[in-house]
């Protein structure tokens, strides 16, 4: 064949194969800007290392993309190669392969909550943070007991739980000296310190907001009077270290046992915190309510019923005994 014939036979297939591309280009472009199939938002994690081929065909799988291929080469065309993130993202519903591409590389991950409920020990912290999967890494070193503060904290997939957790232990310091910078005056305690042991005494005693006020009341009035705190909380943290919840009523014999922290025995504070305290417990302990009680018991609804004299506690206390005697009898 002749180079007129060869020249003449290009031009006569160039043309349906230009149309052709054209046409190929115009169906990729408008694929692109489309709305994908996917009647309902998605959350997507972009793994740590993981390729823009990997990547595309993860995203056509989980349906949130149409087109692997299409998402491929606009990531490239649009220069997005190497802004792609890793992370948790949210797609909505129906994205295009350009909005799905503006999302993965704008590093906005999916904010996640964890909330660390007050009354925790370090140990029950520590083991509710290795227990969320999206967060990365060992702890370390744990802190001392009551060193974290029990609120909800944000995250991110992949963070590192002891980031986290340096987290707790910095918003405890933080909460500690804001509160010990506003306490009432003549409390009987010097350091901040004494007053987080307090606060955690305090979270054990009671749930109920209405009452912490009261019942730091009557821990700082024996404080006041040189008597024994006599909290059972502290007996019973004395005997399992905060390692897990004692499991059982505490005897005569614990009330008799030999630990630092058995305020039926030692006079003042225990040598540390026994949980880790709320801002609320915290609160609590360097505002008490002004009041002269120095005895509660409960009462059998959840609270507490608080007396100023011995005398007082003691019939609160059979009222006590007694409620139990039916609730057992009754089989309640």
């Given amino acids: 064949m002749s180079r007129h014939h060869r020249r003449l036979l290009l ?25 994908s199939d996917a009647e309902t938002g998605q959350t997507i994690v972009l793994e740590r290392g993981v390729g823009l081929g990997q990547i595309a065909r993860a995203l056509e799988d989980g349906g949130v993309i149409n087109n692997a291929i299409i998402f491929r080469t606009g990531v490239r065309l649009t220069g997005k190669t190497r802004a792609l993130r890793a992370g948790e993202y949210f797609i909505p519903a129906r994205s295009s392969a350009k909005s799905v591409i503006g999302i993965l590389a704008s590093g906005k991950t999916v904010v996640r909550r964890l909330t660390v409920p007050e009354g925790l020990t370090v140990v029950q912290v520590a083991a509710l943070l290795e227990s969320v999967e999206a967060l990365d890494g060992g702890l370390g070193d744990l802190p001392g007991e009551g060193r974290v503060l029990p609120e909800t904290y944000f995250f991110s997939w992949g963070d590192a739980r002891a980031g986290v957790l340096a987290r707790m232990q910095s918003a405890l310091g933080e909460a ?34 209405e009452e912490r006020a009261r019942v730091a009341a009557v821990f700082v009035n024996r404080l006041r009077l040189g008597m024994r705190l006599q909290s059972d909380p502290t007996v019973a943290y004395g005997l399992t270290h905060g390692r897990g919840p004692l499991g059982r009523s505490l005897t005569r014999a614990d009330l008799r046992s030999d630990t630092p922290y058995n305020t039926y025995v030692i006079k003042g504070l225990p040598p540390g915190p026994i949980t880790s305290p709320g801002r609320a417990a915290l609160e609590a302990v360097v505002h008490p309510a002004q009041t002269d009680e120095l005895y509660f018991v409960a ?7 608080f007396a100023k004299t011995l005398a007082e506690h003691q019939r609160n206390v059979a009222r006590w005994r007694a409620l139990q005697d039916r609730q057992r009898g009754s089989g309640d």
Avoid: C, K, N
Wanted: proline share 8%.
């Fill in 299 to 305: 009462d059998g609804e959840g609270g507490h019923a």
């Fill in 11 to 35: 031009r006569i297939l160039g043309v349906p194969l230009l149309f052709a591309v054209l046409a190929g280009a115009s169906w990729g472009i408008a694929r692109f800007y489309s709305p």
């Fill in 176 to 209: 500690l000296a804001e509160v010990w910078a506003e306490r009432d005056v003549g409390l009987p305690f010097d350091v901040p310190e004494q007053a987080l042991i307090l606060a955690s005494i305090v979270e054990r005693e009671t749930a109920r907001p």
